[in-house]
């Protein structure tokens, strides 16, 4: 077979609407709400022909693909790349890209780790930290780049300290270990590559340093995956490999929310004042944040047998995109308004950390930085003023932002 052939099953007929759209150009990216709707309006179920794989932009079928994993799996990986015939950048995650029995035993240990209970423990230190940091940069007149000075700097400090990894080379290597990773669950187009390159320029190897026992504080998230290990819920090597996926997920997604909901808020002065009126409603308003605008937008699963969606057939090994970011702004879910930012709804059940088996095992500790944080501004800040266009990371499968250029006004 030449390198240029491939043993993926192409559907032999297509019956379902097809689009050319490519959702990872840059230009869909600016702004990917419009081709949400029409990708919505399409139908349950369409055909990205690009890349051969199925797509779902409406909250329902989305919700019932992510709840059926013994149809519709992970361990192909959760990218558009199929495991079973192309090669995976790293060693498969084995939380991640995984199906049950494998998958409940790993989970449990990280689940047990993320769990309320343990992540209430930290509250008060993220809290101080929230403080020294807003604290800090209204001092010094509250005119930031909010990226590096805000969205980056709180979880490279509270979430890097709650693993346990050293401080030494954070700043330079863990933003980009996970943006590689996020640009991995995407086709393998420039954005991949230029990013692998980089990544390959230290941030793989730090990071696999920074995994191991002898290079991890004794009270961290990561000893505790050791410990774990110790006890024999875990393999010896899987405890590095949990660390790893930590250290994966849980820095680049939080990074983004902070910057979402930086943006979010400068253009809404209204919805600012709100949560500046009453600090409590900082949770309430991360979770509309969150499904305003959905930092992780899509990903895939893949078919283990022959199976339909609203009538559309398709065989095993087959791709489908899940557009979380869509299933956030459904109006056959959310009803007329999707399209609003009000932190006063009820946006609980969006789909920003997935559903099902997968979903997000860290969402309780992402909830608590954004939470954290959100309520010092919420008390030492009245308004947030946006002073030049913010600047778009562009990233295959989460939305951020690279330089965002705002003004903090003390209350
Ligand atoms: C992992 C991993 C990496 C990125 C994201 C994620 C969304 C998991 O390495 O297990 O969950």
Same mark, same amino acid.
């Given at each position: ?14 019956? *379902? ?9 840059d ?14 309006? #399409? ?13 779902l ?14 149809t ?7 990218? $558009? ?26 989970r ?13 423990? $930290? ?14 940069? #209204? ?9 590096? *000075? #805000? ?13 346990? /990894?050293?401080?030494q ?5 863990? =933003? ?8 991995a ?17 230290? *941030? /793989?190897?730090? /990071? ?12 961290g ?24 996926? %930590? %250290? ?8 983004f ?5 930086? !943006?979010?808020?400068?253009?809404h002065?209204?919805?600012?004042? =709100? ?23 899509s ?23 899940? !557009? ?25 059940g ?17 909830? =608590?930085?954004?939470?954290?944080? !959100? ?7 009245? *308004?947030?003023? $946006? ?20 003004? =903090?006004?003390?209350?």
């Amino acid at each position: 077979m030449s390198p240029m052939e491939s043993t993926a099953q192409r559907p032999v007929a297509v019956n *379902a609407p097809v689009t050319d759209l490519d959702p990872y150009a840059d230009a869909v990216l600016d702004d990917p709400y419009p081709h949400y709707e029409r990708l919505r309006e #399409l139908g349950p179920i369409f055909y990205l022909s690009r890349y051969d794989a199925y797509g779902l932009a409406r909250h329902a079928e989305i919700d019932a693909v992510l709840r059926d994993p013994a149809t519709f799996c992970s361990s192909a990986g959760v990218g $558009l790349a199929n495991f079973h015939t192309t090669a995976a950048w790293r060693k498969p995650s084995i939380i991640l890209e995984v199906d049950p029995p494998m998958h409940a035993r790993t989970r449990k240990v990280v689940a047990g780790l993320l769990a309320p209970a343990s992540i209430n423990k $930290l509250r008060p230190t993220f809290e101080q930290q929230a403080e020294r940091l807003v604290d800090a940069l #209204l001092q010094q007149g509250g005119q930031i780049d909010a990226v590096p *000075a #805000l969205c980056e700097a709180y979880p490279l400090k509270v979430f890097a300290d709650a693993v346990g /990894i050293p401080a030494q080379g954070r700043e330079t290597y863990l =933003l980009p270990y996970g943006d590689m990773v996020f640009n991995a669950f995407g086709p393998v187009n420039e954005r991949f590559q230029a990013c692998l390159a980089k990544a390959q320029q230290g *941030a /793989i190897e730090w /990071i696999g340093e920074v995994c191991k026992r002898e290079n991890l504080t004794s009270d961290g998230l990561g000893m505790q995956l050791y410990q774990a290990a110790d006890e024999g819920l875990l393999a010896p090597d899987e405890a590095p490999m949990l660390v790893r996926t %930590l %250290l994966s997920a849980g820095l680049d997604t939080t990074v983004f929310t902070l910057c979402n909901a930086v !943006l979010s808020f400068a253009r809404h002065p209204d919805q600012w004042a =709100l949560v500046h009126a009453n600090p409590a409603l900082a949770r309430q308003a991360l979770e509309e944040v969150l499904r305003y605008e959905s930092t992780f937008h899509s990903f895939y699963r893949t078919t283990t047998r022959d199976v339909d969606i609203a009538g559309v057939q398709m065989a095993p090994e087959q791709k489908i995109c899940v !557009l979380i970011g869509s299933a956030n702004r459904d109006p056959r879910r959310w009803g007329e308004t999707a399209d609003r930012f009000d932190v006063t709804r009820r946006a609980v059940g969006n789909m920003a950390f997935g559903t099902g088996i997968h979903g997000c095992a860290g969402q309780m500790i992402a909830r =608590l930085e954004g939470e954290t944080l !959100l309520t010092v501004l919420a008390r030492r800040v009245k *308004a947030i003023h $946006l002073e030049g266009a913010p600047s778009m990371h562009y990233n295959n499968s989460v939305r951020g932002y690279t330089r965002m250029p705002v003004r =903090l006004v003390a209350a």
